[in-house]
């Protein structure tokens, strides 16, 4: 069992950066791959990004590829979202999940945990 905190959503500037943060309880953290998905109003969840278990392998959205990094402390339980040259396209609630895979999975149904969800809404 895992449980998943996600912190650091607000309102921002197009143009400006967030760094989102997701504290994972349990002390398996390292076993799980880990994610973040986005929904927009009248949208259904999309994937962002997502890192492997190790840190060493990861995926991103094309939407995003370039200005959001995914990064991940395995000694803290942590998964951390830099965003930067945020968009107004940008504005969702954001997800934290973990996989049980070992890569980066971009699927959303190969993810077992969710987080409750961050807003973050970007205004031009």
């Known amino acids: 069992q895992v449980q998943l905190v996600e912190s650091g959503g607000g309102l921002v500037q197009a143009g400006d950066s967030l760094r989102l943060s997701c504290a994972a309880s349990?002390?398996?953290?390292?076993?799980?791959?880990m994610g973040w998905f986005r929904q927009a109003p009248g949208k259904e969840r999309e994937f962002v990004a997502a890192?492997?278990?190790?840190?060493?392998?990861?995926n991103y959205a094309d939407s995003v590829k370039g200005r959001f990094t995914i990064s991940r402390d395995n000694a803290k339980n942590t998964v951390t979202l830099q965003m930067n040259s945020l968009k107004p396209e940008d504005t969702a609630v954001y997800y934290c999940?973990?996989?049980?895979?070992?890569?980066?999975?971009?699927?959303?149904?190969?993810?077992?945990?969710w987080g409750q969800g961050t807003q973050v809404t970007v205004s031009s």
């Open positions: 890192i492997s278990r190790s840190g060493g392998s990861t």
């Open positions: 999940a973990a996989s049980a895979v070992v890569g980066p999975t971009t699927r959303e149904t190969m993810y077992n945990y």
């Open positions: 349990g002390r398996t953290f390292r076993s799980y791959a």
